[in-house]
């Protein structure tokens, strides 16, 4: 019974060794440059996704939450994110696009 508790604890501590890995090395790589609250203004950030993509940039489209359910207080968030070695060239493409 021992034994079995033993092998356990090393399966759930391999388990959340890998898991810890995986999002460690998910925060190194990829870098946020553009987030935004709400599904109104999902549509703006699709539209510079859709830019960085064009111009070669490796990029991510991560959404989070649930429904929103008044305009006021929104509960969803989309965040683009991008490689950490054009993190420059797409802050300066989303800047561009986003003061305009």
Known sequence: MEFLFVIALIAVAIAGGVW?????????????????????????????YEELKRQGIRVQFKTMGGFDITPSM???????????DDFVPASKIVLSLTRS
């Open 20 to 48: 810890y890995y995986r999002a460690y090395r998910e925060a190194r790589t990829w870098r946020e440059v553009h987030t935004v609250w709400g599904a109104a203004r999902k549509n703006g950030a699709v539209a510079i």
């Open 74 to 84: 929104p509960s969803t968030n989309a965040s683009i994110r991008v490689h950490r």
